[in-house]
């Protein structure tokens, strides 16, 4: 399930989808995206946060495989894109 600041919830997001999400973001009242199963104690997430200087910084942590990732990034494009591959291997 990705969740933003604003309020937006997407079960399932696509790349499109985690794009539209992530080109919504702002510096006042919708500055995140968190993306995680929809169970109570999830053992991984990735979120999208805007930086005031621009630019957007994801994390992505999952304990099961012991990874914490924080990168910034500019291009939503390749966030989106990058984000849908790291998500495709947590289903498996």
Do not use: C
């Amino acid at each position: 399930m990705a969740s933003s600041g604003g309020g937006d919830h997407i079960a399932d997001p696509s790349e499109d989808a985690l794009f539209l999400l992530i080109g919504d973001l702002n510096g006042t009242d919708n500055t995140f995206v968190v993306i995680q199963p929809d169970e109570d104690d999830p053992a991984w997430f990735a979120s999208v946060a805007v930086l005031d200087d621009g630019g957007y910084e994801i994390v992505r942590r999952d304990t099961t495989r012991r990874e914490h990732d924080v990168t910034v990034e500019t291009s939503i494009a390749r966030i989106a894109g990058d984000l849908t591959k790291w998500l495709a291997t947590r289903a498996s």
